[in-house]
């Protein structure tokens, strides 16, 4: 049982020191944790690229590399960039990146990630000076900022995935104005603004008399029918009062005479007016015939 024991315990010392072992890349096991590749190679050719968990290499004759399997963070040094409208601005991004293809990655850097993030560097700068310098300082600044991000990394990575490199995104930390040169930018940028607001005042001001025109013009033209409808209906009126006038006359002269007579009477005389006409005055002589009995 004794002897059993210490068996037991032996290999269990065994293990425990493959395992140690492993993870210093020594030994025949390979051990590799998440967020890790490696790469077994055997007379520095690539025989395994390894996945987490344990592999096995033959000791002395393979050796084992090991490489970053997560996304890593890597800060551009600010650049002077000049934009389309020839403004000069300091631009610094940072970079997202993993080893998505850890064969290609050995081959194009064999010296590792310090070669790699130096070529990293400068096909960034090199994406960042083609894309600003295609937009304007309005548009870098605010307006096309995501848009021109979206570009840049775009770039980057079509260049860089053939070294195994792959790219999750470009972004743009900070964009500032060399030192010494805000003034006159500023004063550019005040002076834009200006001729700007001018240029829209101005076609403010000619849509709003092209406005006040057309309502005068609509207005005349609404004020000039309604005159001649209103004319049109006073003369049907004045019509039909002059037929009827003269149905009426037509139907008994004498008595549209008088009845005549007595709106005349009504409209002209009141409670004091007082007339002063001759006697034999036509206007009387519906009364003089009812004096006279007729």
Sequence with gaps: MRR???GLLLVLGVGVALVAAGNVNLGPLVITREGEQKMILFLNDVRKVTKPGADFRLPFLETVQKYDARWLHLNTAALPIQTKDGEQLLVDNYVLWRIDD???????????RPDAEKAI????????????????LPGVLHEEREAIMASISDVTRERLTRDGI???????????????????????M??????????????????????RAEADRDARIIVANAKRDAEIARGEGDAEATRIYAEAYSGDAEFY????????YRKTIGEETTL???????????????????
């Design 4 to 6: 059993l024991l210490i």
């Design 276 to 294: 002063v006409l001759s006697p034999d005055s036509e206007f009387f002589r519906f009364l003089q015939g009812t004096r006279n009995g007729k």
């Design 166 to 188: 792959g790219i999750a995104e470009v972004r743009i930390n900070r964009t500032e104005l060399p030192s010494g040169t805000e003034d006159s930018v500023y004063a550019r």
């Design 121 to 136: 560097d400068q096909v960034v700068a090199s994406a960042v000076r083609a894309v600003i310098g295609k937009h304007s």
């Design 102 to 112: 850890a064969r290609q990655f050995q081959r194009s850097f064999p010296h590792g």
């Design 257 to 264: 005479a008088f009845l005549r007579s007595l709106e005349a």
């Design 190 to 211: 005040k002076t834009e603004r200006e001729r700007l607001a001018r240029k829209n005042r101005a076609e403010g001001e000619e849509q709003a008399r092209r406005i």
